[in-house]
């Protein structure tokens, strides 16, 4: 079945650090592919997403390739803030099923 | 727009007995999704609506767990009688378009402790 494994955390890093999340999938069809991020507290908000092979998503600093080759979405940030310290979700939106598959998610911290 | 509602917000109960979780989806949506999110785990479908018929229930452990919307609105999951292994939060979703998974809306869900 569908399926999304993704880099195992928790990762810490400093402010200003380059970030990079790995995701990978598994999946029939051709599916969309998401970042979900979870701020302490708070629910599960998109953070950026791709419909189709070769796409970047981009929000609030944050990239993500589909690259269909690899069947990979990893997600990247140039310079981290401490505001950026949550949880972050790959996930895949299946075809027909119209349902999104999670990965386990990876808690980041960022220090000041 | 008023977002995906929940409540409670958190929930303690003892094994093996019973709870329930309310949802009130954004106005308009069509489509509703009951998600459990284990500690450590990323949310699992456990029922999907469109209106007030069921699309896809293949992962709600169904001896112990119910879900209704029954006029196509605000929805109800029940679980009855809990386990300890239960113990997570669940979390609900809307969506206006059938075969959009870009456009859900979580809500904050409700965090349930069985003890």
């Known amino acids: 079945g569908d399926s999304v494994t993704q880099m195992e955390g928790p990762v810490t890093l400093s402010e200003e650090a380059f970030l990079t999340i790995n995701c990978t999938y598994t999946a029939t069809g051709y599916p969309s592919l998401f970042w979900y991020v979870q701020y302490p507290g708070e629910g599960l908000q998109l953070l950026l997403k791709a419909t189709k092979a070769d796409d970047k998503g981009s929000n609030k600093g944050f990239e993500a390739t589909y690259r269909k080759e690899t069947t990979s979405f990893h997600l990247e940030k140039g310079s981290v803030q401490v505001s950026d310290s949550a949880v972050y979700f790959c996930a895949l939106g299946t075809q027909g099923a119209q349902k999104l598959v999670f990965g386990q998610g990876t808690r980041l911290t960022i220090n000041p | 727009e008023a977002g995906v509602a929940q409540s409670p917000r958190y929930k303690i109960i003892e094994k093996r007995q019973s709870v329930a979780f309310w949802c009130n989806p954004i106005?308009?949506?069509?489509?509703l999704y009951w998600y459990q999110q284990i500690l450590g785990q990323g949310p699992k479908l456990l029922i999907q609506f469109q209106n007030n018929g069921v699309v896809d229930d293949s992962q709600l452990p169904k001896d112990r767990f119910s879900a209704e919307r029954l006029k196509g609105v605000d929805s109800t999951l029940k679980i009855q009688p809990a386990k300890l292994e239960d113990s997570a939060v669940y979390l609900c979703?809307?969506?206006?378009?059938?075969?959009?998974?870009?456009?859900?809306?979580f809500g904050s869900g409700t965090r349930l402790t069985v003890v």
């Open positions: 979703a809307s969506s206006p378009l059938r075969g959009r998974t870009d456009g859900y809306t």
């Open positions: 106005s308009g949506h069509a489509t």
